[in-house]
């Protein structure tokens, strides 16, 4: 079956670090690119940050440019998304999302709450 | 990058057919063949329905069809269904700066 599970969601308060973490099974992981979307509660869908197949590319939403480092590990099949400086506004559910032109795959996400 | 516009809603009944615009600029829906489409009912992940403007991927019902002219791209869907009842979110490929770009979303309803 083809899967995306993240984990490491949480409370935290702002200004402090998390670290996602996003395990993937069921197909060839370093075939294809990998995201981050998020979406804050009631609101839509946010790109966040990818990465090509081979971390050769990588890419960051201006929300997070500075902040939030991704990276991932070809052979635990796994991606990771290093969250620094947390504010209020980066409250949401994280999806971790595999493709390349699109998002073909997604996991069921991990809740961040940012807050005192 | 702003995010591209949908209307908030788009409503019909059983067995008609609803369009829901995509509205971008010049640097990202004009400039690339790379619109996505995505479904989400409550509490879900999103779904892919189209890539590429007007591909389906595997196991989409053909009921599910997008275009684009200029900088607009279309997601339709024929044959309205009780379970096609969600939101829906486009997505276009922005250039290398910031890659990606979803739309505001669009909440259908089946009257």
């Known amino acids: 079956e083809v899967q995306l599970v993240e984990s490491g969601g949480g409370l935290v308060q702002p200004g402090r670090s998390l670290r996602l973490s996003c395990a993937a099974s069921?197909?060839?992981?370093?075939?294809?690119?990998m995201h981050w979307v998020r979406q804050a509660p009631g609101k839509g869908l946010e790109w966040v940050s990818g990465?090509?197949?081979?971390?050769?590319?990588?890419g960051y939403a201006d929300s997070v440019k500075g902040r939030f480092t991704i990276s991932r590990d070809n052979a635990k099949n796994s991606l990771y998304l290093q969250m620094n400086s947390l504010r209020a506004e980066d409250m949401a559910l994280y999806y971790c999302?595999?493709?390349?032109?699109?998002?073909?795959?997604w996991g069921q996400g991990t809740m961040v709450t940012v807050s005192s | 990058q702003s995010a591209l516009t949908q209307p908030a809603s788009v409503s019909g009944s059983p067995g008609q057919s609803i369009t829901i615009s995509c509205t971008g600029t010049?640097?990202?829906?004009?400039?690339?063949?790379?619109v996505s489409w995505y479904q989400q009912h409550p509490g879900k992940a999103p779904k892919l329905m189209i890539y590429?403007?007007?591909k389906r991927p595997s196991g989409v019902s053909n009921r599910f069809s997008g275009s684009k002219s200029g900088n607009t791209a279309s997601l339709t869907i024929s044959g309205l269904q009780a379970e096609d009842e969600a939101d829906y979110y486009c997505?276009?490929?922005?250039?290398?700066?910031?890659?990606?770009?979803f739309g505001t979303g669009t909440k259908v309803t089946v009257l």
């Open positions: 069921g197909f060839t992981f370093d075939d294809y690119a």
């Open positions: 990465i090509s197949w081979n971390s050769g590319s990588i």
């Open positions: 999302a595999a493709g390349s032109d699109a998002f073909d795959i």
């Open positions: 590429e403007v007007s």
């Open positions: 997505c276009s490929y922005a250039g290398s700066s910031t890659p990606y770009v």
């Open positions: 010049s640097s990202d829906v004009g400039s690339y063949n790379l």
